[in-house]
């Protein structure tokens, strides 16, 4: 007889020590059984000495609730518990590592910016490449800088004035061939003092956001947005999630973005671009 179950106990509490344990992670889907809530994980904080995890449901609204038992996923029960501790860089990459998978320069300051940059269409291309090369950037003193779009790109890259010491590189959404994007482009590189001191490159997505691999957000594929209606807008639209104001965009901006770690979350055909990018504002 064991002695330390004596007493009055819940015969219909399921056996806990049998149910898979299993880590906390942002964007895992989640079901309390107690009061039905289905939501994705937004955050886990300590709360009174305790983990506690937020999860949104498909509407945008959140509720709160203590790890442990009580939870499904996939429709299995599972005992949720505190995040696993991650990799020294903090991205999912190996130890010694960046999250774009380079060498990890121990001890090393960032350097004081260079004159030359990379400019990139938008805030979301900002955040997305400094979530991935910030390290790298920094111990290089390469600054990004959005443009906020690109129909006056000459005009800016004038202002600039490139040269040998103050080179310029751009990464430009949907960078196809015949598209209004490929003509800027030729008309920039044509320009005095562009040739050997400007690069511009590009992905084929209509968005950066496009650039995040689909499985790493659970999905077969992206959504496709019918013809004539705002793109980000239908995307949120099509995940169920809040799409009718700018915050909407933004939060709906940051979920996807807490979803990259690494490189490894990324298409090769940014990955390649920014990759290009470095290598030419770097080398001597």
Do not use: C
């Amino acid at each position: 007889m064991h002695y330390q179950n004596w007493g009055a106990q819940d015969l219909t509490a399921p056996a806990r020590a049998q149910l898979p344990e299993v880590p906390v992670e942002r964007g895992m889907v989640l079901e309390d059984v107690q009061s039905g809530w289905v939501g994705a994980v937004t955050r886990v904080e300590k709360s009174g000495g305790m983990h506690v995890v937020a999860l949104e449901d498909r509407r945008g609204k959140s509720r709160s609730f203590r790890l442990g038992f009580g939870f499904l996923l996939e429709g299995q029960a599972i005992r949720l518990m505190p995040p696993a501790p991650r990799p020294a860089a903090g991205t999912g990459t190996a130890a010694g590592r960046t999250a774009s998978g380079s060498v990890r320069v121990a001890g090393q300051r960032a350097q004081v910016a260079k004159a030359s940059r990379i400019w990139v269409e938008g805030k979301h291309d900002a955040e997305l490449v400094e979530k991935v090369w910030g390290d790298d950037l920094r111990v290089e003193g390469i600054v990004v800088e959005p443009l906020h779009g690109i129909d006056d790109l000459s005009a800016a890259v004038a202002d600039f004035r490139p040269g040998p010491g103050r080179r310029l590189g751009v990464l430009v959404d949907h960078l196809v061939p015949d598209s209004k994007e490929s003509r800027i482009a030729e008309s920039v590189m044509a320009s005095p003092g562009a040739a050997g001191n400007v690069l511009i490159v590009g992905h084929p997505y209509v968005d950066v956001w496009q650039a995040i691999r689909p499985a790493v957000l659970g999905i077969e594929r992206w959504p496709v947005v019918p013809r004539g209606q705002d793109w980000k807008t239908g995307i949120l639209a099509a995940f169920g999630w809040p799409h009718e104001t700018k915050e909407d965009i933004g939060l709906g901006w940051q979920k996807l973005l807490g979803a990259v770690r690494s490189y490894a979350d990324l298409e090769a055909s940014l990955l390649g671009r920014v990759e290009e990018v470095i290598d030419f504002l770097t080398v001597p």
